[in-house]
């Protein structure tokens, strides 16, 4: 089960990608949470205090790692045949939810070029965990997808995008389907989040049925959600709202399609 959630700033990617990742904890499944914004706080809610959350090296900024990884006797020459698999056994994260987390850091684009050290590890780190691992995957994602490349993109299960009934966070959305499709996901499916009436939730599904896109679940607007960021506390507390039973209902309809 790999499951990408992208979307613009704001529209609640991480309620969704920590709601999800701890409902599939809840059905038995081994998961790991991967964030991959540039502003991580999916820490957060996965329950880690803001002092376990700020001591939380990205692996895009561990230099110990990533010299051992990729250096070479040789000045400005790097080895790029390396293995990963140490790095989730010592380097993901135990949370009060039972997600397993892995902070990346700044992750570059596939397409860009770049063959620094730190996006190497980093790719390559992405890639055996989409590819290779059997684990549950939930990836929360900055808006551009560039950084799966294909390769990756295409071992995902499902591209899950995310938005509100704001037309910028529409439009945002509309251009993040279609990279993801060019990329080789098959299944990308929309979300609708914060939906406070029957004109928003009208908006969003006329927008899906333009951009031939699946409606997963149309998550309505929750003080409960707006009252836990306030105070900081995790999707777990989020447990029997609104919200989250939409969340877990999305959980079953991805669990049952990737089983078909």
């Not at 790097?78 to 939810?97: E, H, M, Q």
Request: glycine share 8%; hydrophobic share 45%.
């Amino acid at each position: 089960m790999k499951i990408a959630i992208a979307g613009k700033g704001g529209v609640g990617k991480t309620l969704i990608a920590s709601g999800l990742a701890w409902s599939f904890v809840r059905e038995g499944l081994t998961t790991i949470a991967i964030d991959a914004d540039p502003s991580p706080n999916l820490a957060l809610s996965l329950g880690l205090s803001s002092a376990e959350t700020d001591a939380i090296l990205p692996i895009s900024e561990n230099e110990v790692l990533i010299q051992k990884k990729t250096g070479t006797s040789f000045p400005g020459v790097y080895n790029l045949n390396f293995s990963v698999d140490d790095i989730i056994r010592d380097f993901a994260v135990s949370t009060p939810s039972g997600v397993h987390l892995l902070v990346m850091g700044t992750v570059k684009s596939m397409g860009s070029g770049c063959t620094c050290p730190a996006n190497s590890v980093t790719r390559a780190l992405i890639r055996h965990l989409v590819v290779d691992r059997d684990d549950a995957v939930v990836m929360d994602m900055e808006a551009g997808i560039e950084h799966l490349g294909r390769g990756t993109a295409e071992h995902v299960d499902m591209m899950v995008v995310v938005s509100d009934a704001n037309k910028k966070s529409l439009s945002v959305a509309a251009t993040i389907a279609r990279m993801a499709q060019d990329a080789g996901i098959h299944r990308v499916e929309l979300v609708g989040n914060r939906i406070a009436n029957p004109d928003e939730e009208s908006l969003v599904r006329s927008f899906a049925r333009e951009h031939q896109l699946n409606v997963l679940g149309i998550i309505p607007f929750d003080p409960a959600v707006i009252r836990a960021g306030i105070a900081g506390t995790p999707v777990m507390a989020l447990e029997g709202t609104p919200a989250f039973q939409t969340i877990e209902k999305i959980r079953h309809i991805i669990m049952h399609k990737s089983r078909g």
